[in-house]
């Protein structure tokens, strides 16, 4: 043995936790390490992660990137186009609607409302709240229009077209005008249910959401038919048609005032500033001469008898004979302004004023005028009446086969002879051509061949001819009321001068304005005429008293118990308007009362009376008594109580 100590075993101690990727240390005794080789299958292998900072300089970069869009987007808005985008905010955050005035009343002498307005509201939509991106459906104003077609009564589609209407940016469409409280309220009830039942179920959709309101006012006539050819009517878009409604619609519409507010989502936003409001100016009343009462009987008597005789139409005028005020101007058929959905287009307008007709024997008052102030003959002059006369290139005849009669000139308007009033009126001159010019002149002075002043819109001022324009059988034809044409204001006219003491007073409608301060404005005076001297008035009163009080006149069904009744009958071939030739006749009774103290005019006509009589005694003579009467009692008209003057009709040879 060696005397070297021999080597010290080791003991092992607890091992040392060894690193993951250290290699060992070879030491005595260690094995060798092993080479590395594949993998065991399956065995994952060690994830590398790449470095971060590559992708950290790309995301930075694309955010400094839309930064700088940002910037530039918000420079542009801000800086370039600021005022362009203010300009475009403000039009759509605000909203401008218009403030209808309120339209005035109409009424009668008394204050008695004839057209007046109620609450009313325009049916509005926004079609932007119907699109699909707002509504979340595709078929939204269809689904609307089917809920607002039946409340509405109009037709589904043309809804569906005003919600979707080719301009995509429209804000406002009105799916109806003036519908009472009553449509709205039943539209705002589904809107709301809708609006309650979508918070619950997200199935549903307010497909009303978009639907508003405007308050407005809707016109109103409480009486009906009852003066609707004057009054007129206004349609459903709020514009007047025919009679007062156009001629003063500049005092009735007032001004509309404007109203511009800030909205979202078609609400008001009461806190936003910028609303500007110019108030309306509500329209004037307008009170007019016509007494609704005396108006209300002058309708009823002119529509039975139209009905009775199987005519195309008639009209009453009722005119204080002092004042030339309209009492009442009534026509047969009529219409109703506030349904014109039934009326028949012919019966629209105000015939009494727009129809010109061959008044007939009426227009023979005229002409008894002229010989009398001319002094061609008086009340007592004798006149003789062959059968026929023969002048010119015709035959003349009166409207019954006579023997010669002996009339006075009383007795030619009592009985009412066309050859009488052609032999008296061949005195107004040495030549039928001097008597044309003489007669022509009175017909004139009388408003013949003239507006009667009212400005009503329509009117006709019927046809004069002048003398030396008069065909043969003219001269001798206008005397008597054929070959001249007039309205049935004119022939009132007539009879109101005559009343009046032979001054023509202008016929007036309107008794004057009430402005929105309460003041009220009366009417300009009517203008007046002198036609014919006082006595001539006189004496022809005292005429027309024959045709009303002798029983040889042809007026004897217009008389009145307990009063004086002047008044002239009319039947005169009729012109048809449709054709140009004569066809049927025009029936008429115009007169006064009471005849010594004239305070009432009374004129009616009938055209083309197919049943029974047609006559002007027959069947105008009862409508001007039972009018006349009417009138008398209810403004309280007494009698004079003195006894009707006597004038003889006929002489002794």
Not at 179 to 188: E, L
Not at 237 to 264: C, F, H, M, T, V
């Amino acid at each position: 043995m060696s005397d070297r100590e021999p080597p010290r075993r080791r003991v092992p101690g607890p091992a040392r936790p060894a690193r993951p990727d250290a290699r060992r240390r070879p030491g005595p005794g260690a094995r060798p390490a092993r080479r590395p080789g594949p993998g065991r299958p399956g065995a994952p292998k060690p994830l590398r992660l790449g470095s971060p900072r590559p992708r950290l300089r790309l995301v930075g970069l694309a955010l400094t990137l839309v930064l700088i869009a940002f910037v530039v987007r918000l420079f542009q808005v801000q800086a370039v186009d600021a005022s362009t985008y203010a300009a475009k905010a403000e039009q759509n955050r605000y909203v401008g609607q218009v403030l209808a005035a309120d339209r005035g009343e109409i009424t009668d002498r008394s204050g008695v409302a004839l057209a007046t307005s109620e609450d009313a509201y325009d049916i509005t939509a926004d079609p932007t709240m119907f699109a699909p991106d707002m509504l979340k459906i595709g078929d939204g104003p269809e689904q609307a229009a089917a809920l607002l077609a039946p409340i509405l009564g109009q037709d589904q589609e043309t809804l569906v077209g005003k919600l979707r209407p080719k301009n995509k940016a429209l804000r406002y469409v009105k799916l109806a005008s003036r519908q009472t409280p009553q449509v709205w309220k039943q539209i705002k009830d589904l809107k709301s249910a809708l609006a309650k039942k979508e918070e619950t179920d997200k199935s549903v959709h307010n497909v009303l959401a978009g639907v508003f309101s405007v308050a407005t006012s809707k016109r109103v006539y409480p009486n009906g038919e009852l003066a609707a050819g004057i009054l007129g009517w206004v349609n459903a878009e709020g514009k007047p048609g025919g009679g007062i409604e156009l001629q003063l619609n500049k005092q009735l519409a007032g001004k509309d005032g404007k109203i511009r507010y800030a909205q979202s989502g078609g609400r008001l936003v009461p806190t936003a500033g910028g609303a500007t409001e110019t108030p309306a100016v509500p329209g004037s009343d307008v009170e007019l001469t016509i007494d609704r009462d005396i108006q209300w009987a002058a309708q009823n008597a002119i529509t039975e008898q139209v009905e009775e005789s199987a005519a195309d139409r008639g009209y009453v005028i009722v005119q204080d004979t002092r004042t030339g005020q309209i009492l009442a101007m009534a026509n047969s058929p009529g219409f109703d302004p506030n349904d014109l959905s039934d009326a028949d287009p012919a019966a629209l307008g105000n015939a009494a004023l727009q129809d010109a007709f061959e008044p007939g024997s009426t227009a023979k008052v005229m002409s008894m005028a002229a010989v009398l102030q001319e002094r061609a003959a008086t009340p007592m002059t004798h006149v003789v009446v062959p059968n026929r006369l023969h002048r010119g290139d015709r035959l003349f005849k009166d409207d019954v086969d006579h023997p010669t009669w002996y009339l006075t000139l009383n007795g030619v308007l009592a009985k009412s002879s066309n050859i009488g009033t052609i032999l008296a009126t061949g005195q107004l001159g040495t030549t039928q051509a001097r008597a044309n010019k003489v007669l022509y002149d009175y017909l004139r002075k009388f408003g013949l061949g003239s507006y009667t002043g009212l400005g009503f819109p329509g009117e006709t001022k019927g046809i004069l001819a002048p003398p030396d324009k008069w065909s043969t059988s003219q001269q001798y034809t206008i005397p008597f009321g054929q070959g001249v044409s007039i309205n049935a204001m004119q022939a009132a006219s007539v009879y109101s001068t005559i009343a009046n003491g032979g001054v023509r007073v202008e016929p007036t409608l309107v008794r004057g304005t009430k402005g929105p301060d309460g003041r009220f404005t009366p009417a300009p005076k009517p203008e007046k005429t002198r036609v014919v001297s006082a006595q001539t008035a006189k004496t022809l009163a005292r005429m027309l008293e024959s045709v009303v009080d002798d029983e040889e006149g042809t007026g004897t069904k217009a008389r009145i118990p307990g009063y004086r009744v002047a008044g002239k009958t009319g039947t005169a071939n009729r012109v048809d308007p449709a054709t140009g030739k004569y066809r049927g006749y025009t029936s008429s009774f115009a007169g006064f009362a009471p005849a010594d103290q004239p305070r009432i005019t009374v004129y009616c006509a009938i055209q083309n009376a197919t049943q029974g009589s047609y006559f002007g005694g027959q069947i105008c003579g009862p409508v001007y008594k039972q009018v006349m009467e009417f009138a008398l009692k209810s403004l309280q008209v007494p009698p004079t109580g003195a006894k009707p003057a006597k004038l003889p009709v006929t002489f002794q040879r």
